[in-house]
T-cell receptor, first 114, second 113 residues
């Protein structure tokens, strides 16, 4: 069974600093996708970044980047130059190939201190 | 356009009421989802429709009844709900092309009195 684990329920970072959120997953599949979603308080869940398992290169989107360690089944999110607007719940998610089901981690609440 | 639209945004209902939640997307996505989310928790999958057919039902109580009238619309009919059903209900759709991205609506915040 696929499981996604986020071991940090809550983290804090100073504005302009860098923070890394952890995610591990369990799968025996070779074709899968990994995602980080952001959900600000009382606002919509939006995609931050995605990674295809077959790609060795780590995905980046502006200040957001991932460290994808396939053998270790680890998929961490690094946020550089943190901004107040980055404060949110962050969910790591896994999707196997073209199967419709997404598996979500329990979430990490990120606080950004001015 | 990467929008999933949900109505209403807020809903208060009694345990004997019947109400419906609506979801719409015009991105051509052929998979649509209903999730239930409690505060500070991840979304819990309820139903998935693929090409307008119910493909996943996560053992949801029958007081929740999904409907997919066409490829752009998804409804969730509610009847005889319990107070513990109070939650944020999220609709989502998935790009079945190469990106495999799931897009979420803003949700309906439901309170059952």
């Amino acid at each position: 069974a696929q499981t996604v684990t986020q071991s940090q329920p809550e983290m804090s970072v100073q504005e302009a600093e860098t923070v890394t959120l952890s995610c591990t997953y369990d799968t025996s599949e070779s074709d899968y996708y990994l995602f980080w979603y952001k959900q600000p308080p009382s606002r919509q869940m939006i995609l931050v970044i995605r990674q295809e398992a077959y790609k060795q290169q780590n995905a980046t989107e502006n200040r957001f980047s991932v460290n994808f360690q396939k053998a270790a089944k680890s998929f961490s999110l690094k946020i550089s130059d943190s901004q107040l607007g980055d404060a949110a719940m962050y969910f790591c998610a896994y999707r196997r190939g073209n199967f419709n089901k997404f598996y979500f981690g329990s979430g990490t609440k990120l606080n950004v201190k001015p | 356009d990467t929008e999933v639209t949900q109505t209403p945004k807020h809903l208060v209902m009694g345990m004997t009421n019947k109400k419906s939640l609506k979801c719409e997307q015009h991105m051509g996505h052929r998979a649509m989802y209903w999730y239930k989310q409690k505060a500070k928790k991840p979304p819990e999958l309820m139903f998935v429709y693929s090409y307008e057919k119910l493909s996943i039902n996560e053992s949801v109580p029958s007081r929740f009844s999904p409907e997919c009238p066409n490829s752009s619309l998804l409804n969730l009919h509610l009847h005889a709900l319990q107070p513990e059903d109070s939650a944020l209900y999220l609709c989502a759709s998935t790009d079945t092309g190469s990106k495999n991205i799931q897009y979420f609506g803003a949700g309906t915040r439901l309170s059952v009195l």
